[in-house]
């Protein structure tokens, strides 16, 4: 990916870290400084997935859960805070829209994305004074392998098909779908929107 990034006249550089380990966090942001110079966006993309109801789901697969897909969100955002406060940049969390409405199946996920949700506005109201936006994305199902994990092919386009029959708009999304308003909130024409919690989802959670 960064090699395609340098291709486009970009400058980028792959740093690989398990953003569990509680120093990860802190180096990365380092790492950015040192490389670039500063620090403008932070967006906290990383997320499990393991389904499961409240009664069999077990300790380490919720301790899993919560610590990647909401602990390592805290650490990073924790971490990148003074950086950003001195060029007045921008978190963007990549939520769900299972952070907007409940999930069958799937308790450990959506709670930890609901907590995402919440992280997001707490974290906007304290850092308004800093100059710091802090928004979420709350994607819909989207073409990823976490959404058709072991599926390929034929399987894999029947099964998206499956799922973008109960989208408003009739498809799930692609990455693009979401990263396009990813960057839009990370930009200044949404230099007036923090707290907020975007769905792009196709209609999904519209009623």
């Known amino acids: 990916m960064a090699e395609e990034l340098r291709a486009t006249g970009a400058a980028a550089h792959f740093l690989a870290t398990d953003l569990r380990d509680p120093a990860a966090s802190s180096k990365a942001v380092e790492a950015a400084i040192e490389i670039f110079g500063r620090l403008d966006v932070v967006i906290n993309n990383a997320g499990v997935l393991i389904q499961g109801t409240a009664e069999d789901t077990s300790d ?20 990148a805070i003074p950086a950003l406060r001195a060029h007045r940049g921008c978190i963007v969390n990549i939520a769900s829209d299972w952070a907007l409405t409940g999930a069958r199946g799937a308790v450990a996920y959506a709670v930890s994305k609901a907590a995402v949700a919440q992280l997001t506005r707490c974290m906007a109201l304290d850092r308004a004074a800093d100059g710091i936006r802090v928004n979420a994305v709350c994607p819909g199902d989207t073409d990823t392998q976490m959404l058709t994990a072991g599926l390929s092919g034929t399987a894999r386009a029947e099964a998206l098909a499956v799922f973008g029959a109960s989208v408003p708009l009739g498809r799930v999304a692609t990455p693009v779908d979401i990263a396009r308003v990813t960057a839009f909130l990370a930009s200044e024409g949404a230099a007036y929107m923090t707290g907020a919690l975007v769905p792009v989802d196709g209609g999904a959670t519209a009623g």
Do not use: E, P, T
């Not at 990647?68 to 971490?79: D, E, H, P, Q, W």
């Open 60 to 79: 380490a697969d919720w301790d899993h859960i919560m610590d990647v897909n909401l602990g390592a969100v805290f650490r990073l955002s924790r971490a």
